[in-house]
């Protein structure tokens, strides 16, 4: 008798971002992506999976597709937590990213699809009971809502409950960047929760909040914080309190028109005019260049490729071409938010991120595993580090040896371009610091990664001093 092969249990792993809902989460299993509801809120969401609103939000993309996991067909999932009742099963998101990895673009991008499913769902008859670009991820430049179980049915009377939780985590970093022009990513990268009225009504010119929308929302909001903030009695009696349907429509319709209205205040940039302004190439050279990073990525057909240090997106563009996803990193937020704009409603296939390598995103939030650093995210086949090096090793003083390093763990493969102390971008770094860079030589460098990588070709760019490297990870 031939005994039966038993199929493997799947390993189940359980998202650390996903604790908050007591009615349920994400885990993974077999490298596929599963949520899991529990007790009664499994009713409600199979209902809302049976509902028009589910069909027209996932027919358009709005909101990410969830399909049935039967208790027969995969009974081992269901043991992902006690009094498990349902479970779908969710497409893979290419690459997570967070709100303080976008630029200014896409995080009102991501508060517009936010009060459009809002606006949707109370039309429906439904609530969405949360409010935070964490429900956002980014598919390129598609934003689609991936917190399915945050829909719930609205009980008559309620308020719009996540309001306060759209002003901190949308409206007040929006409104920090278009009013002062200080970016908000660094807040929000080390504040989990947003950004209070009470710690953005200092930072606001007093033109701005004289406004009458800003003032409404930040300094009279703020006010009444203070005022009536620790009235017990009050709190309980606004929190039960019956709310008209038209002044819920009127409180969505006018966050909407407040989102709408917050535009990206004027700034200019070394690297966010980097491609329209004067640069160190000839077009011979640029031409090349192109060419030799073209030909490289068709050959490959990588299936992720990261452009680091991508500043508009030039390269980006062309390694779309031939990949199936790239990541576009780098640290100008205003080159990032311009690359943006340039592939918004055109390409699902090129996500840009606000990235300094020098100091990339760490695990962080609860036990430092809620957000997940950059290089637990995900991997690249193919990384392009063009024009780079030289910022890394001699603009943030960062060991040749400690670069190829960090790029064996990020990447199997990298085109390189390496940019000697003769070139002018290179003199002028070193224009305001004393060259203590020895080993900053294209020997130097070539020792350094000798331990990571293997040199499959060195050229020449024509016309210039630069080499471009094709790096196989050893």
Request: proline residues 6%; charged residues 25%.
């Amino acid at each position: 008798m031939i005994a039966r092969l038993r199929k493997p249990r799947p390993r189940i792993i359980r998202e650390p971002g996903s604790f908050r809902d007591p009615s349920g989460g994400i885990f993974e299993a077999d490298a596929r992506i599963f949520r899991f509801l529990t007790g009664e809120s499994a009713a409600d969401f199979e209902a809302f999976l049976n509902s028009g609103l589910y069909q027209q939000l996932t027919a358009s993309g709005a909101v990410v597709e969830s399909t049935r996991v039967g208790l027969s067909a995969e009974p081992e999932l269901y043991e992902v937590a006690d009094d498990t009742q349902l479970i779908v099963e969710h497409p893979r998101i290419p690459f997570i990213s967070y709100p303080y990895e976008w630029p200014f673009e896409m995080l009102r991008a991501a508060g517009e699809l936010q009060i459009d499913l809002t606006k949707r769902a109370f039309d429906a008859g439904y609530s969405v009971k949360d409010a935070t670009p964490y429900n956002v991820q980014f598919h390129g430049a598609k934003p689609v809502f991936i917190d399915v179980a945050s829909f719930e049915p609205r009980k008559p009377g309620t308020a719009w409950r996540a309001y306060s939780q759209f002003c901190r985590m949308f409206l007040n970093p929006l409104l920090l960047q278009s009013a002062t022009g200080v970016p908000f990513q660094p807040w929000l990268r080390s504040a989990i929760d947003g950004i209070d009225v009470e710690q953005l009504g200092p930072l606001l010119p007093m033109g701005r909040k004289l406004r009458p929308k800003t003032f409404v929302d930040v300094v009279l909001q703020s006010w009444l914080n203070k005022r009536f903030g620790n009235n017990e009695a009050l709190l309980r009696k606004v929190a039960t309190q019956q709310v008209s349907d038209k002044t819920v429509a009127a409180m969505i319709d006018r966050a909407a028109k407040q989102l709408h209205g917050l535009k990206r205040k004027g700034g200019k940039t070394v690297w966010g005019d980097y491609e329209t302004g004067k640069t160190h190439y000839s077009s011979t050279a640029e031409r090349f260049k192109e060419q030799f990073v073209r030909e490289k990525l068709t050959e490959a057909k990588p299936s992720v490729t990261w452009d680091l240090g991508c500043n508009a997106g030039q390269y980006s563009l062309i390694a779309a071409d031939a990949s199936d996803y790239v990541i576009a990193m780098d640290f100008d937020e205003l080159a990032v938010g311009r690359l943006y704009e340039r592939i918004a409603g055109k390409r699902t296939n090129i996500l840009p991120l606000i990235v300094d390598l020098t100091n990339p995103s760490p695990g962080q939030g609860w036990a430092g595993k809620e957000r997940k650093a950059l290089l637990d995210r995900g991997h690249a086949d193919w990384a392009l580090a063009l024009a780079l090096v030289h910022h890394l090793a001699i603009g943030g003083n960062v060991p040749l040896h400690y670069i190829a390093e960090w790029l064996a763990q990020a990447a199997d493969n990298v085109v390189l371009e390496f940019v000697p102390k003769s070139d002018p971008m290179v003199k002028r770094l070193l224009l305001t610091r004393e060259d203590v860079f020895s080993d900053y030589t294209p020997l130097g460098f070539e020792h350094s990664i000798a331990p990571y990588f293997s040199v499959c070709e060195r050229v020449a760019i024509p016309e210039s001093d630069r080499l471009l490297y094709v790096l196989s990870r050893r």
